[in-house]
Each structure stands twice: as C-alpha cells, then as structure tokens.
C-alpha cells in the first residue's frame, strides 16, 4: 500500500469527526493520525529504502579498494563501517541512507569504481560518511520511504554544497573532489531503474535528463559546474 493511499481512511476518519464534533477535534484527529503515520514511516524507512536501491552487498576481495577506504575514512570520522552495496551501472554516482549512522547504507556504482582513483574515490566517499555521521541521511530516507512526498519543503537548497565541505573536512584535499565531479560531469551519472523518489539520496541525479555537464546534483540541486567552481577556488 503507498502513503498516498493510506491517508485516504485517515481523511475519511477525520472529515467524520469534523461532521459530528467540530474543528478541534477533527485537527486534534488529523495531527494524531499524522504523528502514527510519520513514526511507522520512519521505523521501516531504512528497509524499504534499502530494499530499492537494489545492487549486491560489497565483496572484500573484489571490492577491496571500497572496503579499505571506507573503514579507513569510518575510523578517521568516528562512525560505525555502514553496509556496502555496488549498482552495476556505468553511470557515476553514490548514495548514502539511513535513519542513523547504526543502519546506514552506502551505495556506489560500477562505473564509479572503475572510473575514478583512489584519491578521487576516497573523496567520494568521505562525503556520503559526513552525511552519515551527522544525521543529515535521515530527511532524505524518510522521504524516499514516503515516495518524496514533501520533498521540495523538506531538504536543504543549500545541501550538496554542505556536504562538499564536508567531506573537504575529512580527506583535507579539495582537488580530489573537484576532480571526481568533473569525470561525473563527463561521464554521467546515470543509474538506471532508480525512481525519481530516489534520486536526492543519490550524489548526483541518476535521472537520464538530469546527468551530464548540466545535470543537478540529487540534493542541493546545484549543477556540477558549479560545485567544481567553488571546490577549485579554495
């Protein structure tokens, strides 16, 4: 059952009680029943986003380089390794989700991992661990769990560039992840079968339209010129 069709019996529920006992009670109803939905939405936010992001959990040995990095940077940034997932696609792209950094998971690409190297890669990466570390997965979980109901009011404008610094904050070598979103902005970061509901989750847009040298990023929505620009100028 999607949300939208969920809250047709919690309308119906509350327009009854409007009818027979006024105002109040009928916004006293809507706020109760918006509370249940918002918590059962948020205690199973982390599997059905999981479940959606499809892919395979990370080989130690054949993704060795992701395994390595990512326990490296989850030492160095204080937060607990979160599950590893690769997306065959050619397209260059990353993802982190979670409600909290205990059930987060971090989703890269094929192509990420075969286009970029280890410096570039590590600079990637450090920014999906920022955002784990601090919370800032949790909005955008919980709102590709409600199929992006809410998105536009919901997330940051302002989001990707703070995580850019973020992970500038981590690795301390802007250059590297200048040079990742260049080659994302050459290659694309197209990630097929992914919804639209998904894609703020995502480093970049996965969406056909939207990749490429004047695709948006999926959380800010700032176009990756512009945050080559700003990375080159520190």
């Known amino acids: 059952m999607t949300v939208a069709s969920s809250l ?12 027979a006992a006024g105002w109040l009670a009928a916004v006293i109803a809507l706020v109760v029943i918006g509370a249940g939905l918002a918590g ?29 990095l990512v ?58 661990l920022y955002l ?7 909005p955008g979980t919980v709102l590709a769990a409600a199929y992006g109901i809410g998105r536009p009011l919901a997330l940051a404008a302002d989001a990707d560039a703070g995580a850019d610094q973020g992970a500038i904050s981590l690795t301390r070598y802007p250059p590297a992840l200048a040079s990742a979103l260049e080659k994302i902005e050459s290659q694309g970061a197209e990630v097929v079968g992914q919804p639209t509901y998904m894609s703020h989750l995502w480093m970049v847009d996965p969406q056909p339209s939207s990749s490429g040298s004047s695709g948006s990023s999926g959380r800010g929505r700032l176009a990756l010129r512009e945050r080559v620009e700003a990375l080159r100028e520190l």
Do not use: M, W, Y
């Not at 309308?11 to 009680?17: G, K």
């Not at 939405?41 to 959606?52: E, G, I, K």
């Open 8 to 19: 047709i019996p919690a309308v119906i529920a509350a327009l009854v009680v409007l009818f």
């Open 40 to 68: 059962g939405l948020r205690l199973t936010a982390d599997r059905r986003v999981a479940a959606r992001i499809g892919g395979s959990p990370a080989d130690p040995k054949r993704d060795a380089r992701l395994c390595n």
């Open 71 to 128: 326990e490296g940077l989850s030492t160095g940034a204080g937060v607990r390794q979160p599950h590893l997932r690769v997306v065959e696609s050619s397209g260059l792209n990353a993802l982190a989700a979670g409600t909290n950094p205990s059930k987060a998971v971090l989703a890269v690409t094929s192509g990420l991992l075969e286009q970029l190297d280890r410096i570039e890669l590590e600079a990637v990466l450090a920014e999906q």
């Open 132 to 138: 784990i570390r601090h919370g800032e997965t949790l």
